[in-house]
């Protein structure tokens, strides 16, 4: 079974902080995805990356950056934290090939911006 | 604009049977996806359907027609643990996933 980790399920940080969200996938998947979710909310995609040291930026990025130095880990950063960024944050990784490739989601990091 | 509706909350009876519909409108089409989300879990790959017509697995089933831009996930003999978020995501002609904001499935005993 696919395996996607993610490093903390709760996380509580100040207003102002540089906060690292970590993902780790054991599958070998190309892709990798850093959504959030609200309440009422559909996923929304933050950033994505098809390779290492690749990325893209999805419908919200504003606020964020990530990396990924190796195919296994892919790493959000809120570069200052700010309250509207108190949310689910959720990575995702699938293979590539056909597009009926599922995404495999971790459980999640829930983070409290004060 | 892309967008994908589904009903926010519903409810039904163990043993039973439920229909959560769900209707996109995406820049092109590539398939449409469903997961089941267990509150404070991951969200959990179900079904996918590109073509037009019912898929069963077991319990689930998921119908497509893309002319009216409309899905729908069948669940069979409702069971407790069945008691969670259904999640309908399309793929668009850029093979971005758009997703729905989620269907609560209650049921009760």
């Known amino acids: 079974d696919v395996k996607v980790t993610q490093s903390s399920r709760y996380l509580v940080k100040r207003t102002g902080e540089k906060v690292f969200l970590e993902c780790v996938q054991d599958?070998?998947?190309?892709?990798m995805f850093w959504y959030r979710q609200d309440p009422g909310l559909g996923l929304r995609l933050i950033y994505f990356s098809y390779d290492v040291k690749m990325k893209e930026k999805g419908d919200i990025p504003e606020g964020y950056s990530v990396s990924r130095e190796k195919k296994e880990r892919f790493s959000l950063i809120l570069e200052s934290a700010s309250t509207n960024q108190t949310s689910m944050y959720l990575c995702?990784?699938?293979?590539?090939?056909?597009?009926?490739?599922?995404?495999?989601f971790g459980d999640g990091t829930r983070l409290s911006i004060l | 604009g892309q967008n994908i509706d589904q009903p926010t909350e519903m409810t039904a009876t163990e043993g039973a049977i439920v229909q959560i519909n769900c209707t996109y409108q995406?820049?092109?089409?590539?398939?449409l996806f469903w997961y089941q989300q267990h509150a404070g879990e991951a969200p959990t790959f179900l079904s996918y359907n590109v073509l037009d017509g019912l898929e069963e697995k077991g319990r689930f089933s998921s119908f497509l027609s893309r002319s009216k831009g409309y899905s729908y996930l069948l669940l069979k003999e409702l069971q407790m643990k069945d008691s969670a978020s259904y999640l309908c995501?399309?793929?668009?002609?850029?093979?971005?996933?758009?997703w729905g904001a989620g269907t609560k499935l209650i049921i009760k005993p």
């Open positions: 599958m070998d998947h190309e892709n």
């Open positions: 995702a990784s699938s293979r590539q090939g056909n597009y009926n490739q599922p995404q495999h």
């Open positions: 995501a399309a793929l668009d002609s850029n093979y971005q996933l758009i």
């Open positions: 995406t820049s092109g089409f590539n398939g």
